[in-house]
């Protein structure tokens, strides 16, 4: 039986893909899918999709594979991880395919080298899942039926999806409070795959809303679980894409933030808000928030929509703010972030534990 390799990133899109996570794909997409995706924001059945989910090949493979035929899928140590039903092998268009996808063909947007680095050969086709995954953080890294089930036992009838790659701040933590003050719990949601160097670790990410769930939200309104799929920075796509997993999840609501799944300045600060309100397929609904900052004038957070004071009155709150604070050593202001969750931060960052690949 052929086989192919698969690196750390599509080994995390297979376990997604057999555990639901990425429902309704059960497998790799296929060209019919993937042009339906890139183009209309829809998979061919008509359902809303909005990132292609594909396994890339060698050229070599690509002459190689049959449809039809069944190929087995490798992992670490040469660990056979699932089987592939071919429906299709194809050539993806970067020149074309990848503005459409990010808004922009900028080898310095992140998302566009990643995708730049991969094969442009593809193959399509459902997967049988042989052997789940080894686990990092197995008390965390729920698939949907379990947080399903979470929610259920603790009589949740609305539950709202937070999506995050950073520690918890007071901008994320106002924004919580919004969601608990309108469903009935909040499923906060950190993503764990792949990131660009100097992001937070995991590690950082878990602890740190660890300790404001213990410390500071009622014990049966705030469940803690982890995403492992790669950021793709995406943007107002990654939003669509997001609500819609965390759909998957369980959740009946979704925020959606500033510059939600964003990078630099690639997209406008409330882009994700425009997209996903085209949307009324997605089966989950959209909170759209506006990016909270501490006001000196009000003396706490606040948004543009309940402030009537200017910028020279108030201190951005974000994951970048936050991140340039560590990397100098310094604490955040407690407005910013709490003592607690600094203290704990900056620890992490002398231990050199904080910061991807160092930061």
Same mark, same amino acid.
């Given at each position: 039986?052929?086989?192919?390799?698969?690196?750390?990133?599509?080994?995390?899109?297979?376990?997604?893909?057999?555990?639901?996570?990425?429902?309704?794909?059960? =497998?790799?997409?296929?060209?019919?899918?993937?042009?339906?995706?890139?183009?209309?924001?829809?998979?061919?059945?008509?359902?809303?999709?909005?990132?292609?989910? %594909?396994?890339?090949?060698?050229?070599?493979?690509?002459?190689?594979?049959?449809?039809?035929?069944?190929?087995?899928?490798?992992?670490?140590?040469?660990?056979?991880?699932?089987?592939?039903?071919?429906?299709?092998?194809?050539?993806?268009?970067?020149?074309?395919?990848?503005?459409?996808?990010?808004?922009?063909?900028?080898?310095? /947007?992140?998302?566009?080298?990643?995708?730049?680095?991969?094969?442009?050969?593809?193959?399509?086709?459902?997967?049988?899942?042989?052997?789940?995954?080894?686990?990092?953080?197995?008390?965390?890294?729920?698939?949907?039926?379990?947080?399903?089930?979470?929610?259920?036992?603790? =009589?949740?009838?609305? &539950?709202?999806?937070?999506?995050?790659?950073?520690?918890?701040?007071?901008? /994320?933590?106002?924004?919580?409070?919004?969601?608990?003050?309108?469903?009935?719990?909040?499923?906060?949601?950190?993503?764990?795959?792949?990131?660009?160097?100097?992001?937070?670790?995991?590690?950082?990410?878990?602890?740190?809303?660890?300790?404001?769930?213990?410390?500071?939200?009622?014990?049966?309104?705030?469940?803690?679980?982890?995403?492992? %799929?790669?950021?793709?920075?995406?943007?107002?796509?990654?939003?669509?894409?997001?609500?819609?997993?965390?759909?998957?999840?369980?959740?009946?609501?979704?925020?959606?933030?500033?510059?939600?799944?964003? &990078?630099?300045?690639?997209?406008?600060?409330?882009?994700?808000?425009?997209?996903?309100?085209?949307?009324?397929?997605?089966?989950?609904?959209?909170?759209?928030?506006?990016?909270?900052?501490?006001? =000196?004038?009000?003396?706490?957070? &606040? %948004?543009?929509?309940?402030?009537?004071?200017?910028?020279?009155?108030?201190?951005?709150?974000?994951?970048?703010?936050?991140?340039?604070?560590?990397?100098?050593?310094?604490?955040?202001?407690?407005?910013?972030?709490?003592?607690?969750?600094?203290?704990?931060?900056?620890?992490?960052?002398?231990?050199?534990?904080?910061?991807?690949?160092?930061?």
């Amino acid at each position: 039986m052929r086989e192919i390799q698969l690196d750390k990133n599509t080994l995390l899109e297979i376990y997604n893909l057999s555990n639901s996570v990425f429902f309704p794909l059960d =497998g790799f997409m296929t060209s019919k899918d993937y042009a339906c995706v890139i183009n209309d924001m829809h998979l061919s059945n008509g359902q809303p999709w909005t990132i292609p989910i %594909t396994l890339e090949v060698s050229k070599e493979q690509a002459d190689k594979i049959i449809k039809e035929e069944k190929v087995c899928l490798i992992g670490e140590n040469s660990e056979k991880v699932a089987y592939l039903h071919v429906s299709d092998v194809f050539k993806v268009h970067y020149e074309k395919d990848l503005i459409k996808i990010f808004g922009t063909s900028d080898l310095q /947007h992140p998302g566009v080298r990643w995708e730049r680095s991969r094969s442009p050969y593809r193959v399509g086709g459902a997967v049988k899942i042989l052997k789940q995954e080894k686990r990092e953080f197995p008390r965390y890294q729920l698939t949907p039926q379990q947080t399903k089930n979470v929610f259920k036992n603790k =009589g949740w009838a609305t &539950v709202t999806g937070f999506q995050t790659r950073n520690p918890v701040h007071r901008a /994320h933590e106002y924004l919580q409070r919004i969601a608990l003050e309108i469903t009935d719990g909040i499923f906060i949601q950190p993503l764990i795959g792949w990131k660009k160097d100097g992001d937070i670790s995991p590690k950082a990410i878990i602890k740190s809303y660890e300790l404001l769930i213990s410390n500071n939200y009622p014990s049966d309104r705030a469940v803690l679980g982890l995403l492992t %799929t790669p950021m793709r920075y995406a943007g107002p796509r990654e939003a669509v894409f997001h609500a819609i997993i965390r759909r998957n999840y369980g959740c009946t609501h979704f925020i959606v933030g500033r510059d939600h799944a964003g &990078v630099d300045n690639y997209y406008k600060k409330y882009e994700a808000h425009d997209l996903c309100k085209r949307f009324n397929d997605l089966g989950i609904k959209i909170l759209t928030l506006c990016g909270p900052y501490y006001c =000196g004038k009000c003396g706490c957070i &606040v %948004t543009e929509k309940n402030c009537k004071h200017g910028p020279d009155n108030s201190t951005s709150i974000s994951g970048r703010d936050m991140r340039n604070y560590f990397r100098q050593g310094k604490i955040p202001p407690q407005e910013c972030m709490r003592e607690g969750i600094s203290k704990l931060l900056l620890a992490m960052y002398k231990e050199r534990e904080l910061f991807i690949q160092g930061g």
